[in-house]
C-alpha cells in the first residue's frame, strides 16, 4: 500500500550542533527536517548536539516532518543516538549507510526495547553500492520502514563516477531505490544539490527528480526551499484535471461504465489513483502551509 500523502517537497538537514539554526527552522516553510548528528557533527560536539537535538524534537516544529539523523551504530555514539531519539517525539530516525536488512531489524529491535511510538519511523539513507543491490531487501526489512533518502554525494565518491547535471552515472543507482521504495509503499527523497549558487542548475535538479518519481528533495540552506516547495507540488491546473478526472469517472462508473472521455483522453481507473494522489497531496500542502502561516502569525 502507498503511503498517506505527506508534503515532502522539501526536507532540510539542520546541524544538531547549531541551537540558532534548529530555532530559525521554526520559521522556515520546509515541508520537513533532517536534525543532524552525523556528517554535520565535528566528533567533540556529538554529545551536546544530541542533547540539542532531542530539546528541539520535544519542543515541536508545529506539522512538520522531523526526522533525526542519527551516527552510525558502529561509532561511539549511535546507540545513544538511538535511544535518545527514540522518545524524543520525532517522526522518525535517520540511518546512515544502510546496506542490509539486518541493520533495520536491529533498529527496530532496539526502538521498541527504548520505548519508541509505533509511530516512529525508520528512515534509511541510501548512499553506497552495496545499500544499492540491496535496495529492494531493504524496501522490505520492516513495518516501521518510512522511507528512502538518497545520499549521492557519498555514492558518487563511492563510485568513483562524476556528479553530472543529469546525474546518468549513477541512474541505475537512483532508479533501483525508486522501484524499492515503491514496491513496499514507502516515500523516497532525493539528494542534495551542492552549488548553492547555481540557481538554474538547482531547479533543473529537482525538475529531473520529479521527473524521476521522487516525492522531494534534500536542502542544505533555507534559500533553496522556496524552489523545492513549488516545483514538486501539484499545480493549480494539474489538481483542476485530477479533480474533473475524479467526478467524471464517478459518474461513469454510477453508469456501469469502467472507462470515460475526458478532453478526448481516454480516463481508466488507474489515472483516477493518480488523480486521487495529486489531489490528497496538494490538500495535504495546503494543510501545511495553513498551519505554518498560523505558527508565524
Same mark, same amino acid.
Given at each position: 500500500?502507498?503511503?498517506?500523502?505527506?508534503?515532502?517537497?522539501?526536507?532540510?538537514?539542520? $546541524?544538531?550542533?547549531?541551537? %540558532? /539554526?534548529? =530555532?530559525? @527552522?521554526?520559521?522556515? *516553510?520546509?515541508? &520537513?527536517?533532517?536534525?543532524?548528528?552525523?556528517?554535520?557533527?565535528?566528533?567533540?560536539?556529538?554529545?551536546?548536539?544530541?542533547?540539542?537535538?532531542?530539546?528541539?524534537?520535544?519542543?515541536?516544529?508545529?506539522?512538520?516532518?522531523?526526522?533525526?539523523?542519527?551516527?552510525?551504530?558502529?561509532?561511539?555514539?549511535?546507540?545513544?543516538?538511538?535511544?535518545?531519539?527514540?522518545?524524543?517525539?520525532?517522526?522518525?530516525?535517520?540511518?546512515?549507510?544502510?546496506?542490509?536488512?539486518?541493520?533495520?531489524?536491529?533498529?527496530?529491535?532496539?526502538?521498541?526495547?527504548?520505548?519508541?511510538?509505533?509511530?516512529?519511523?525508520?528512515?534509511?539513507?541510501?548512499?553506497? $553500492?552495496?545499500?544499492?543491490? %540491496? /535496495?529492494? =531487501?531493504? @524496501?522490505?526489512?520492516? *513495518?516501521?520502514? &518510512?522511507?528512502?533518502?538518497?545520499?549521492?554525494?557519498?555514492?558518487?565518491?563511492?563510485?568513483?563516477?562524476?556528479?553530472?547535471?543529469?546525474?546518468?552515472?549513477?541512474?541505475?543507482?537512483?532508479?533501483?531505490?525508486?522501484?524499492?521504495?515503491?514496491?513496499?509503499?514507502?516515500?523516497?527523497?532525493?539528494?542534495?544539490?551542492?552549488?548553492?549558487?547555481?540557481?538554474?542548475?538547482?531547479?533543473?535538479?529537482?525538475?529531473?527528480?520529479?521527473?524521476?518519481?521522487?516525492?522531494?528533495?534534500?536542502?542544505?540552506?533555507?534559500?533553496?526551499?522556496?524552489?523545492?516547495?513549488?516545483?514538486?507540488?501539484?499545480?493549480?491546473?494539474?489538481?483542476?484535471?485530477?479533480?474533473?478526472?475524479?467526478?467524471?469517472?464517478? =459518474?461513469?462508473?454510477?453508469?456501469?461504465?469502467?472507462?470515460?472521455?475526458?478532453?478526448?483522453?481516454?480516463?481508466?481507473?488507474?489515472?483516477?489513483?493518480?488523480?486521487?494522489?495529486?489531489?490528497?497531496?496538494?490538500?495535504?500542502?495546503?494543510?501545511?502551509?495553513?498551519?505554518?502561516?498560523?505558527?508565524?502569525?
Amino acid at each position: 500500500m502507498a503511503a498517506p500523502a505527506r508534503p515532502r517537497r522539501s526536507v532540510l538537514y539542520m $546541524p544538531g550542533s547549531n541551537t %540558532r /539554526a534548529l =530555532e530559525k @527552522a521554526k520559521t522556515l *516553510a520546509a515541508d &520537513g527536517l533532517i536534525l543532524d548528528l552525523e556528517d554535520a557533527v565535528a566528533p567533540d560536539a556529538k554529545v551536546q548536539a544530541r542533547a540539542n537535538v532531542v530539546d528541539a524534537a520535544a519542543a515541536g516544529y508545529g506539522k512538520r516532518e522531523v526526522l533525526i539523523r542519527i551516527n552510525g551504530l558502529n561509532t561511539p555514539w549511535g546507540y545513544a543516538d538511538l535511544q535518545a531519539a527514540a522518545t524524543s517525539g520525532c517522526d522518525g530516525v535517520l540511518l546512515p549507510k544502510v546496506e542490509s536488512a539486518d541493520t533495520v531489524r536491529q533498529v527496530e529491535t532496539l526502538l521498541a526495547a527504548h520505548g519508541a511510538p509505533e509511530h516512529t519511523r525508520i528512515w534509511c539513507m541510501m548512499e553506497t $553500492p552495496r545499500g544499492m543491490l %540491496r /535496495a529492494e =531487501e531493504i @524496501a522490505g526489512a520492516s *513495518a516501521r520502514l &518510512g522511507g528512502f533518502v538518497m545520499g549521492t554525494s557519498d555514492l558518487a565518491k563511492d563510485l568513483h563516477c562524476l556528479h553530472t547535471p543529469m546525474r546518468l552515472p549513477m541512474i541505475t543507482a537512483l532508479g533501483l531505490c525508486l522501484l524499492a521504495a515503491r514496491a513496499h509503499g514507502l516515500a523516497i527523497i532525493d539528494g542534495v544539490y551542492l552549488d548553492l549558487n547555481d540557481d538554474a542548475g538547482f531547479e533543473d535538479a529537482c525538475r529531473q527528480g520529479l521527473e524521476l518519481g521522487f516525492d522531494g528533495k534534500t536542502l542544505i540552506h533555507p534559500k533553496t526551499v522556496a524552489t523545492a516547495n513549488r516545483v514538486f507540488a501539484p499545480g493549480e491546473d494539474a489538481v483542476a484535471w485530477a479533480r474533473r478526472i475524479i467526478e467524471a469517472h464517478a =459518474e461513469a462508473s454510477r453508469a456501469g461504465q469502467g472507462v470515460v472521455v475526458v478532453d478526448g483522453k481516454l480516463i481508466e481507473n488507474l489515472h483516477v489513483e493518480d488523480a486521487r494522489r495529486q489531489v490528497a497531496l496538494a490538500e495535504a500542502i495546503a494543510g501545511l502551509e495553513a498551519d505554518l502561516a498560523r505558527t508565524d502569525a
